[in-house]
């Protein structure tokens, strides 16, 4: 028999060398752990205890066993030891990355010790599953935003300094660049050409990365592929903290522009505002706009809250454009200006766009808060981050819903000629959808080198991306179908929510969103039959217009009584 442990096993006196005190005998098992384990286990666990109880006491998991700001006992008893690590089990098993992203910065970046520890423990976890690997993947490139030299905020970052920064969680840490990885590097390649978050977006550059991750199976737990997702996570976060910085620095330079050439008003339905949106309070929007979090990790798309800015952007740009050609008549499709490369910002500002998060509020890579969160203090015991590390430590891989706006949708129209027009109007059906759609384009394509396209139906403006666009001017197979349909979907159901805003009229809204729904689950089964294929182009334009009709469903859904 093993022999049997005391119940004082971690009561050993300190410094002292565990491999002394604790010989190993011809009794002990392999199974059972020794006493040299269970201390390690112990240690380790009330390390990262701090951020288990955040967890528990943010998303109401569990009661915490201690009270608040104190930790379990250096030297448990036995029935401590056992009690508290099935508690941090049962935390383990409910928090998602979503979860872990929300944690406010003072608490999730309080001890390298703590977070260290934390890692480790999602990392022995036997029988990963993809809940798991997301989070190791979350917890990673957060380790390095915390303990990276700063000049690595600014310069090019290779394999080698992931490695050496990651070696305390990944002993093992290997900078050997994997081949089947390489395509990360091309990502990242894509991304430095990128001027706005639109090119990233249109590029598909958040999907492609997710697919890889996805197709790597257990190959994502090779150190050497560990070290080059950390990497591209970093260096992906980097980049899209610089393209938001660049829309936002457009949106300002617009307004002020627009101002100053006397325009009062702009039409920003596009973006999900007024026909006539004064440009006082466009001002105030973009003066306030703050990012939205992400919540569910799995998502394969941006929030509302980027798409909202993005189309206000063109909305702007394009009245700036009209400005310089009044005499010029609309026409039928109109086609989004190419944004305008803007100067990359200092760091500095970056300060102004990093949030903490707070308990899950409402909505998701699933849910969003309902109001801005202020910036997070630094705790006074350490000392301050840069303001890049601060704002690069937000992971920005994955966000995929409606965030709060400064300035609050009206729906309103101008004119009482066009709203009477508009309230009387049969909604289409899908086979006319499809046909003006395919006129509007036909009749005026996107010129070369602009990326995204506007068809107005029944008064209602509808985005189209490049590869939406691709779907109904050109000849295709199955994939335009299907992008074709999600179009169609989607412009079936913006035509109905403006309606509802504007006369009250239900039926068409019901219908609407009961084609939309029953769409969604299609366009889902092919984004994985192309998976499955490794057609990554298919699933990622399709998965991404995908996302856009669910987050038009919800908003379309806020409409019902």
């Not at 440009?279 to 809250?305: C, G, I, M």
């Not at 109904?472 to 403006?498: K, T």
């Amino acid at each position: 028999m093993s022999p049997k442990i005391p119940m004082n096993i971690l009561n050993i006196p300190p410094n002292t060398p565990s491999n002394d005190m604790y010989e190993p005998t011809a009794t002990t098992t392999l199974t059972e752990p020794g006493p040299a384990d269970l201390t390690a286990r112990w240690a380790e666990a009330r390390l990262a205890y701090p951020l288990y109880a955040a967890l528990a006491t943010q998303f109401n998991f569990a009661a915490l066993p201690y009270p608040a700001g104190e930790l379990p006992p250096a030297r448990p008893a036995r029935e401590v030891f056992d009690r508290d690590l099935q508690w941090v089990d049962a935390i383990d098993q409910k928090v998602r990355a979503f979860q872990i992203r929300q944690l406010p910065p003072e608490t999730l970046n309080a001890s390298e010790e703590s977070l260290r520890a934390f890692i480790l423990r999602q990392l022995r976890k036997q029988n990963k599953t993809t809940l798991d690997r997301d989070k190791i993947d979350l917890l990673l490139v957060q380790y390095f935003a915390l303990c990276a030299p700063e000049e690595l905020y600014r310069n090019p970052i290779r394999l080698e300094d992931v490695a050496k920064v990651l070696q305390p969680v990944l002993p093992a840490a290997d900078a050997t660049p994997l081949e089947w990885c390489e395509p990360l590097n091309e990502i990242l390649k894509t991304l430095e050409n990128c001027h706005s978050l639109r090119d990233l977006m249109e590029g598909g550059l958040l999907e492609q990365g997710r697919l890889l991750k996805d197709s790597a199976g257990e190959m994502f737990y090779d150190p050497a592929a560990l070290v080059a997702f950390s990497r591209f996570n970093f260096v992906l976060r980097r980049g899209f903290i610089r393209l938001l910085h660049s829309d936002l620095s457009a949106l300002g330079h617009a307004i002020d522009t627009l101002e100053a050439n006397g325009v009062k008003t702009v039409d920003c339905r596009r973006a999900g505002l007024s026909a006539a949106e004064t440009t006082t309070q466009l001002r105030f929007f973009h003066e306030n706009w703050r990012q939205p979090f992400q919540k569910d990790y799995t998502a394969h798309s941006v929030t509302r809250a980027f798409e909202q800015l993005l189309a206000l952007r063109a909305d702007l740009e394009e009245a700036l454009a009209r400005g310089k050609d009044a005499s010029a008549a609309p026409s039928a499709a109109e086609t989004v200006i190419a944004p305008a490369v803007v100067a990359e910002p200092k760091a500095e500002p970056a300060e102004s766009i990093q949030e903490n998060s707070t308990t899950e509020a409402a909505p998701t890579e699933a849910e969003a808060p309902e109001a801005a969160i202020p910036n997070a203090a630094t705790p006074a015991e350490k000392p301050a981050a840069p303001a890049a590390k601060q704002s690069i430590a937000l992971d920005l891989a994955s966000i995929n819903e409606p965030a709060p706006t400064a300035v609050k949708p009206t729906g309103s129209e101008s004119g009482k000629d066009a709203k009477a027009s508009a309230e009387h109007a049969a909604p289409p059906t899908a086979e006319k959808c499809l046909e003006s759609i395919w006129e509007q384009l036909i009749a005026a394509p996107p010129s070369r080198g602009r990326s995204m396209s506007t068809v107005v139906l029944q008064n209602t403006k509808v985005l189209l991306s490049s590869w939406e666009v691709g779907a109904f001017v050109s000849e295709g197979d199955q994939e335009a179908e299907d992008l074709r349909r999600a179009v169609v979907a989607r412009a079936l159901l913006g035509v109905a929510s403006d309606e509802r805003k504007r006369s009250g009229e239900e039926a068409a809204l019901t219908s609407a969103l009961d084609h939309a729904r029953s769409e969604v689950s299609y366009f889902q089964g092919r984004v994985e039959q192309a998976k499955r294929a490794k057609n990554t182009e298919a699933a990622v334009n399709l998965g991404i217009s995908t996302k856009r009709l669910l987050s038009c469903i919800e908003e379309a859904e806020k409409l019902q009584p």
